[in-house]
Structures are given as C-alpha cells and as structure tokens.
C-alpha cells in the first residue's frame, strides 16, 4: 500500500487549501482512508476518514464544518479540502489507510499504512 500526500503550504487564516493522498485503485476498494494531523509538540490526531467500498465518513469536531474529504477514483487521489483555515490548523498532515470498522476510524492504531506528511501552516 503506497500512499503520498501533498499540497500542504503556508497560508493566511481564512483561507482554503486542498490536500491530495495519491494511492492506488486496489487500496481505495479496500482500505479505509483517513487524515490526520500533528502540530509541534503534540500528539498525532484524527482529523477525517472515508471509505467508499460500503460508505461511511467520519470527521474530527475541528473538521465538522470546514473540511471535506473525498475521493477521484479516476485519478486514484483522495483530498482533503480544508475551508476557512485557522492558525490551531497549523501541522504536519498524514494520509493513511486501515481496515478498521467506523468505530475505530479515529484511532491512530487503526491505520497499518501511513504516507509521508505535508505541512500546512496557517498565519494569523
């Protein structure tokens, strides 16, 4: 399982930005994908997962509201679109996949593959 995310980059508060998570077809069938985040000097956290074999999406209460993960089958490339950013936003942001059931989702010991992080910093 091969997972590689970009577009991360330096913001304003207020603005929008779109992470990718480039993946293959095989593991958008059959893997939970999710999003997570680490700010310096704190602990990983869940911020968003999906899965599109059976449904179901799952949101951080940070998130509810201004995030959206999806998905291009097409293109293999799961996003995480991210709307009026805030500086507490700032972190490294990691895409992973886990097979887990929904009550799981939001625990880092759900996920057996993780990708590379982005960093995103949002300025005040």
């Known amino acids: 399982v091969q997972l590689q995310a970009s577009g991360g980059g330096l913001v304003q508060a207020g603005d929008s930005l779109r992470l990718s998570c480039a993946t293959s077809r095989d593991t958008l069938r059959n893997y939970v994908i999710s999003w997570f985040r680490q700010a310096p000097g704190k602990e990983r956290e869940f911020v968003a997962a999906a899965r599109w074999i059976g449904g179901g999406t799952l949101y951080a209460d940070s998130a509810k509201g201004r995030f959206t993960i999806s998905r291009d089958s097409a293109k293999n490339m799961v996003y995480l679109q991210m709307n009026s950013l805030k500086p507490e936003d700032t972190a490294v942001y990691y895409c992973?996949?886990?097979?887990?059931?929904?009550?799981?989702?939001?625990?880092?010991?759900?996920?057996?593959?993780w990708g590379q992080g982005t960093q995103v910093t949002v300025s005040s």
């Open positions: 992973a996949a886990g097979r887990g059931p929904l009550s799981t989702w939001s625990s880092l010991t759900s996920y057996e593959y």
